[in-house]
């Protein structure tokens, strides 16, 4: 590998981590993932269908997730703590 590959490879190492810890650092903080909520472009994270956040084409997409305070999830409606 030249040395221009191996930064970029270690600095998209370091963000993907960050990220990873951000997310665990929401739910540790009295927050929880709801599913089915999410308006088109605003999800958190990635799906099994997209691979990044904000990229949902759909309104509520089953497998689409935004964090929010524990125990509003369940009642929004649409809202499930269980991706489909």
Do not use: H
């Amino acid at each position: 590998m030249n040395k221009r590959t191996l930064m970029v490879t270690a600095i998209s190492s370091l963000l993907a981590i960050g990220a990873a810890s951000a997310s665990v650092n929401a739910m540790a903080a009295g927050k929880e993932k709801c599913y089915g909520v999410a308006k088109a472009g605003k999800n958190d994270c990635a799906t099994k269908t997209n691979s990044c956040a904000g990229t949902v084409k759909q309104d509520g997409d089953k497998g689409a997730f935004i964090v929010v305070p524990k125990g509003l999830c369940e009642k929004l409606a649409g809202g499930t703590l269980n991706p489909m």
